[in-house]
């Protein structure tokens, strides 16, 4: 079996629409102390390349500069734009390719970070010797978080950082542990006791030290604790953020996110959502709350330092590797934040429902059938996650040589031009079909391979597209008759088109 890259055990519902629905019903239900069993399997060898080689020159930057970014430094903010950007006060004296005249240079999107050529980070390799696959990421002595991390745990006295050897996700592994989040969000007396019975047992000493008396008095010392670290961890990395609240500065993909973090000493990161239980405390110094520097440090060190995606399984190993810069006390609560949390929206059947309630297929006066929204949905909500998904694509090359008429009709009516005459095709299976209606005045539109929410929409209102906004002048034109004050009747594709 081979355990890296990784194999995904199962294959959930991923969308981030369901994710946050999932997460708006249990923002108050963070109380989770299990699953706390990392693996005390060997860890695997972190495996990389000799030299920066993909989309840019890398971060050429020695560990003993990153160290020089420490918590009595300060931070610059500013609000530019959709962005709040926070950088440490000697970054651009520590990086002088991301400036331009004296002046910071910030990406005005993560498109501007999305590497280039034909190997991204993240991607799957194959050593030349032995062929066992590996991902690409910059060496060791490249990874700035990888080389802030392990300094972080040797100076906390904490084992070294690694890449654990953690089985497959799966329902098996990981049902369990969202069924037991689950039964923390009905908070009842007996769960609470046997919870802070069975760490009294095995966790004498952490308990002890806590001075919790009960499980309620645990949750909040073990989040008290994950603030601090959190805190540290943040003013130990020398990055730089740009802070969005309505969907800006959403990545593309996994590696698109790596680009950016090894190639621009940058990450994107949500700011705001429903006020957090526990970490909403806000630093004057940043203007960021406990969870908003959580989700920066999660991304720069769970998911960055080996290349960890943003699927349930990548998940399940960002956990596995940031756990270990966290004591056992704070462990507790930044394993329900990330664990439990992934394992409840992605291998419970709470996943499944939500699929099924986001839109309902009903009949109307335009073509015969619709889309509709199951409830309201807000502006900037991802209604279909077509990112980091397999996809049926085609040339239009090979359509004109291959398939006869009426699969070329089909073809000139439904599919989508990703790029120049290569073309995504409706999934085979019926049940992953998605047919939304044209509109003039559409009220989604796609972002990359997603397809987002323009504006606040009501349940019951259709969701619709405009078809002129990404198809290309191959689509079959058509007579439009949606009544929208700014129909434009005949809808035809535009040349240069796509997705």
Known sequence: MVDYPEQIGVKPDTSDMAYDIAMSKIRGLNKNLAGLDLEANPFMPHTGLEQPLIGGAGLPIAVKTAQAVNKDAGYDTTQNGAFYRISPKNYSTNRSTFTKNGNEVWPASPIDANGTGPVR??????DKTTYKPYKVMPSDEQNVPLQIASDYVKSRGLPAISQPKMAPSSLDKQGAIGATYDLATQGSPEYKQAIFNAY????????????ATNYDELLEAAYGQMAKETADQFNALPLRYSFHRNGEGNYLDSSNMLHDLHDNGHLFVFQGGDPHD?????????????NEKFRAVHDAIGHGIYGNTFKPEGEERAWGVHSQMYSPLAQLAMTAETRGQNSFVNYTPVNADLKEKIYKIKGNAISGYGMYAKWDLPKGSILFQGEEKAQRIVTKKFVDENWDEREKLNFRRYAYPIGKDVYILWDLQPEEWSPQNHHCDANCSYVGLNVIVNRDIKKGEELTLDYGSFLDETMEPFNCNCGASNCRGLIKGIAGNKI
């Open 121 to 126: 980070y993240g991607d799957t390799a194959y």
């Open 200 to 211: 009294s047992k095995t966790m004498p000493d952490v308990i002890k030290k806590s001075g």
């Open 278 to 290: 526990f970490l909403h405390n806000v630093d004057p110094k940043t203007g960021l709350n406990e």
